[in-house]
């Protein structure tokens, strides 16, 4: 009896992510590369494995998908490269093998001798949170250290410096710091400011809607540097812990 002949069958892999197209959902880059590129190149494919599912796209008209997920390693370093040394980008790969584990040492140095990260789009972006943060500032009684609700909250006497410091977890274990009450600290100017804790945490910050977006969980360490580099008061400086104020000072 002879043998049966076996056709081999082409497999279809995602150009994003080099996975089956079946399971490009199940990776942090769905909505950003692999859906984009699904939807482009194998409309009828991605229609039967995702119905109508509209693929998310920036605010603007562009057709750029908005980010999900921070820069990679690698990413950031290639920005960096592209912003002041284009000519080293070719490299990077050697750099992070290299610099495997130091790869914070390597940024801090980078910030340090050419300048401030490029601002990685998905902090530009913002946070649905963010307007909650700064409903919350006008709620808090910093002599009382304590959050006030309800209508006592409207008879809060206005005070000269108030600086609320939150951590908003993004993307499973992707955390960013917001600095929300930096001016009103006398003689600070939100653009330095946020430079300054770029240099500190090796990682990108921006500045939106007078608040300071810090890549990276860095809440205490936020609140301290605000204190000795800042010169702001322990009791002026508040950590949201969960929607509850905590005043840095005790």
Sequence with gaps: MAADIVTPQAALYCDACGMPPEYCSYGPDFETHCAPWLKSNHPRLFAALHGNKTVKESADDGGEPAPTAPWTTRERLTAFYTEYMPEKVEGIDAILDKYAGKEDKLFAALVKKYGPEPEDPYYAAGSDSEDDVAEKMGELDVGSKKKRRGAAAKKVNKVDTRVIVQKISRNRKKAVTHVVGMDTVPGVKLKEAS????????????????EIIIQGDHLEEVAEMIVNKFG??????????????????G
């Design 232 to 249: 702001v008061s322990e009791d002026a400086v508040f950590l949201d812990l969960d929607g509850e104020f905590v005043c840095f000072g």
């Design 195 to 210: 430079k300054a804790f770029s240099k500190r945490f090796a990682g990108s910050s921006s500045v939106k809607d007078k």
